[in-house]
Nanobody, 126 residues
Framework: QVQLVESGGGSVQAGGSLRLSCAAS????????MGWFRQAPGKEREGVAA????????VYADSVQGRLTISQDNAKNTLYLQMNTLKPEDTAMYYC???????????????????WGQGTQVTVSS
């Protein structure tokens, strides 16, 4: 059974940094899409960054380009999101996601992913 467990969230001041981790287990697929999404209260879940585990250029939302970096450690089956120059509008619950099947709506569409972690809260104060 696929499990995605996020960690690393917390509270920081604007301009600060955080590093989120997603420990993945329970699957043997290779070259799959994995990504980070976020959801603020009252808003829809939005894609932040995604990559294919087999390599290739990652994809970022325009709102985080240049500030957030997605990466992976295949040996540890762990996905990371380095978050720099954080802004109050980055405040949200952050989710790790994995795609194994289903309709493809693009790498930053939540509907493209079928496995989700429980989320980790990021709060940025001004």
């Amino acid at each position: 059974q696929v499990q995605l467990v996020e960690s690393g969230g917390g509270s920081v001041q604007a301009g600060g940094s955080l590093r989120l981790s997603c420990a993945a287990s329970g699957y043997t697929w290779s070259n799959i899409w994995m990504g980070w999404f976020r959801q603020a209260p009252g808003k829809e879940r939005e894609g932040v960054a995604a990559l294919t585990t087999g390599g290739g250029d990652p994809v970022y939302a325009d709102s985080v380009q240049g500030r957030l970096t997605i990466s992976q450690d295949n040996a540890k089956n762990t996905l990371y999101l380095q978050m720099n120059t954080l802004k109050p509008e980055d405040t949200a619950m952050y989710y790790c996601a994995l795609r194994s099947r289903g309709r493809w709506n693009g790498p930053l569409a939540a509907t493209s992913f079928n496995y989700w972690g429980q989320g980790t809260q990021v709060t940025v104060s001004s």
